[in-house]
């Protein structure tokens, strides 16, 4: 069965390289979803990309999207894994965070954005990987200030999911990094608690850019769960 991947807020296929590499025919989104701005748009740019059936991997937002594609058609979808994500609803606080981001790339370029965004969401250990990084930035650097605008737009205005969850009858894989900080395992043992048998796999040492940062241990879980 295909694999289809959502890639994350700034993110396209680059850093899902491994993981396409050990499944054949992987395949996903690589424009960081056009210029849609909000999540279902997303979805549904995904849904005219994606083969008839597929096993669904999406990252931290690229998650959420999946979400919203096992709303509208849970049928194509064979099994599903939510990786560094979260389920919550947009938090107190959390616009003025993301207008702040958004506001260092106006007035000072998308570099600057970049290079505040990107170190918190690495580990210590990935963040001396400059390889690791520099890759990571280029990719971040790649979509540019307004796709970044469109996607903090989709994120703020996010739907409720919490009532979906229950209502997903595919096998589910709930991933996370043990020391990311921006969607912590907590998080993930949530959601595999309200997703009717659910496993969950919590990847030690690495952080929000999991697939990246321990690609080995990440698909090792993904081929795990599938069996």
């Known amino acids: 069965m295909t694999m289809f991947i959502l890639p994350g807020l700034l993110c396209n296929l680059s850093m899902f390289s491994a993981t396409m590499d050990i499944f054949p025919g992987a395949t996903g989104i690589d424009d960081f979803y ?11 740019h995904a849904l005219a990309q994606a083969p008839d059936r597929f096993v669904l ?33 947009a938090q107190p606080g959390e616009r003025e965070k993301r207008y ?21 969401m690495l580990t210590p250990a990935a963040l001396a990987d400059t390889g690791l990084v520099d890759g990571l930035r280029a990719m971040c650097l790649s979509a540019g200030q307004a796709r970044f605008e469109e996607q903090i737009e989709a994120l703020l205005a996010r739907p409720e999911v919490e009532d979906l969850l229950p209502a997903i009858t595919v096998p589910t894989l709930s ?19 309200l997703i009717p ?28 769960f599938q069996g």
């Open 34 to 44: 056009g210029r849609e701005t909000t999540l279902a748009g997303m979805a549904d």
């Open 57 to 89: 991997l999406g990252h931290s937002m690229g998650a959420r999207v999946a979400l919203e594609i096992m709303r509208r058609v849970p049928e194509r979808v064979e099994a599903l894994v939510l990786a560094d994500t979260g389920i919550h609803p």
């Open 197 to 224: 048998g659910a496993a969950l796999s919590i990847i030690a040492g690495a952080g929000h850019m999991l697939p990246a940062e321990n690609p080995q241990a990440f698909n090792a879980a993904i081929a795990r």
């Open 100 to 120: 702040a981001l958004r506001d260092i790339g106006r007035d000072q370029g998308f570099p600057a954005l970049v290079d505040t965004w990107l170190p918190p």
């Open 175 to 193: 991933i996370v990094g043990e020391l990311d900080r921006w969607s912590p395992p907590v998080q993930h043992e949530r959601i595999a608690a």
